[in-house]
């Protein structure tokens, strides 16, 4: 009964991951997303045969269908996705696409149809212990395609450029990965007897943290409750969808702007100064620049749109935002699919200012179809050096 509860509980777990995972993949499609919601789905399948062979006893189809999930689909697409996750390269991704599709077909076909040897009980059981040499030449071969998909995305994450938090972030995604697929191998390869849905659970578990991971946002809801503007919001929702109802091509990006009456109103800031015609300009009171780094990573074949609905959010910035004195969209010649997007405010106000503006609001809703994954860096200037016409050659105008 042991074993029969265990397994119950792996299983349903199993099933609540894969439908967790099916909604991260809904929430930022990719590749490594798909890759991890078929290894649960093989998993999930996996155990859910291997409860029915706890009731009741293995047979010849829950055994294979045990062994299917976990020996074979779990593993080797949790290792293709770290390798859709990590990897950079469209060669490397099309290579380990075409190994993928090797190692899936065929040694499908054979553990589906070989013949199996031995009798079985109601506890895991082990593969080698009723699969003949040629299944288990293949699923040796598929475990070692595993482990190599493993390495080359590891190496990959450890030798892009830059580091820290994502760095950091992207080696805890690739060890949780690992070490499903790990478990996975033990459970398919020895069974374990009562051990076995409680190494299948920390697989799922494992699986299901390094989607989690992923499907995060990075970048934080960084308004509070309290308005920091004593005037009504003029960028109401009304107002809002009558500014962008109608093609939402990218093609044309923000043609509304062109009309001068829809030009952004500027908030006033608390306790504004009265106006003084005679006497000479206030000084402005010193304030600490703010700067904010963003880093996009592209959809493949997204490249040119969102360079055009950047390249149009740039000059919006440049005319009607006096307060961001730097903004910049950077292409990365080593990345293709990576944009770096540079500014720097004038204060806190001012960037929370552009982040409610608009265009601001409308490029971030575009492109958001066109981004797999956003990393935000804030700054706080301490110390720098730039010449006068540093801001007139980046700012269009």
Known sequence: MVTVGLAFTSALVAWSATAALAAYAQRRPSAAAVGW?????????????????????????????????????????????AVEYGVR?????FTSRLFLSA?????LVVLFVDRLSGGFDRAFPAFADHYDIIPRWLIGAAHLVVA???VCALVAVLRRRGGGRDRGADLSVLGLVALAALLCVVVGRMGLGVLGPLLALGAVAALWGASAMVARPRHRDRYEDDDPYDDEDPYDEGRHDDRYDGDDDA???FESYDEPQEEPVRRRRRNPEPDRHDAPPARRAPSKLRGVITIYTLAEGQEDGFDQIAD???????????DTLLFACHTVP??????????????????????????TLEFARRSSSQVVATNVIELSLSGA????GLAAMLMPH
């Open 334 to 359: 080593n990345g293709p699919l990576q944009r770096i997007v540079y500014a720097i405010y004038r204060d806190e106000l001012a960037r929370e200012e552009h982040e409610r503006q608009p265009h």
């Open 37 to 81: 919601l078929v290894a649960a789905f093989g998993i999930a399948a996996g155990l859910s045969a291997a409860v029915v062979g706890a009731i009741l006893g293995f047979g010849d189809v829950t055994f294979r269908l045990h062994q299917i999930g976990v020996s074979l689909l779990g593993p080797l697409y949790m290792a293709w996705g």
């Open 312 to 322: 149009a959010v740039v000059d919006q910035v440049a005319h009607h935002e006096p």
């Open 385 to 388: 050096s730039a010449s006068d």
């Open 148 to 150: 190599v998909f493993l």
């Open 89 to 93: 390269s469209p060669r490397g991704r």
């Open 103 to 107: 190692f899936t077909i065929v040694p």
């Open 251 to 253: 093609d044309e990006p």
